[in-house]
T-cell receptor, first 114, second 115 residues
């Protein structure tokens, strides 16, 4: 069974640009969660999608958005990039949601904003 | 709301020695607790979880953790570590009666196993 895949693995952008990250969950998983990981703030929850609906959202500005498609693949978008958006963005998939903990994480997309 | 404190940011330990990584949580409701491991350049992997039942939880790779409600702790232990255990370890919590609420992660503990 293929694991969670994230593309691209690395991205370099400049301030003011926008970026789209992609996540393909494990086959059959309907929940996809996104996290931002930075040395200073650690792992912070961005949002969770389940069956194409955003079910939970973390405390991030509206520049961060996401969506989920009918095949459960998910994308997140960050507009008007700031230096502080440089981070490792992780997505995780699970059958029904992160609540019971059995999430499977992808390797992440490392975003660098110059 | 829940919060997690991992008391040690870095823990160096010699190979084959025991290790304990400490985690304390704060919550006004009952909780589910988790430990995840992150190897370099990889995503997180679930080590073990406490949902209910026995307070001693056994996980993968020889790790175990004990849920202590009175101390609001969920410390992770391994009796004998290997070089391959070098990684970052994250404790996480969520409310058990809060529907599908997301996990709240601690800041992580970097375990370095010394040969």
């Amino acid at each position: 069974k293929a694991g969670v895949t994230q593309t691209p693995r690395y991205l370099i952008k400049t301030r003011g640009q926008q970026v789209t990250l992609s996540c393909s969950p494990i086959s059959g998983h309907r929940s996809v969660s996104w996290y931002q990981q930075t040395p200073g703030q650690g792992l912070q929850f961005l949002f969770e999608y389940f069956s194409e609906t955003q079910r939970n959202k973390g405390n991030f500005p509206g520049r961060f958005s996401g969506r989920q498609f009918s095949n459960s693949r998910s994308e997140m978008n960050v507009s008007t990039l700031e230096l502080g958006d440089s981070a490792l963005y992780l997505c995780a998939s699970s059958l029904s949601g992160p609540h019971y903990g059995t999430q499977y994480f992808g390797p992440g997309t490392r975003l660098t904003v110059l | 709301a829940q919060s997690v404190t991992q008391l040690d940011s870095q823990v160096p330990v010699f190979e084959e020695a025991p290790v304990e990584l400490r985690c304390n949580y704060s919550s006004s409701v009952s909780v589910y607790l988790f430990w995840y491991v992150q190897y370099p350049n990889q995503g997180l992997q679930l080590l073990l979880k406490y949902l209910s039942g026995s307070t001693l939880v056994k996980g993968i790779n020889g790790f175990e953790a004990e849920f202590n409600k009175s101390q609001t702790s969920f410390h992770l232990r391994k009796p004998s570590v290997h070089i391959s255990d070098t990684a970052e370890y994250f404790c996480a919590v969520t409310g058990s009666n809060s529907g599908n609420t997301p996990l709240v992660f601690g800041k992580g503990t970097r375990l370095s196993v010394i040969a």
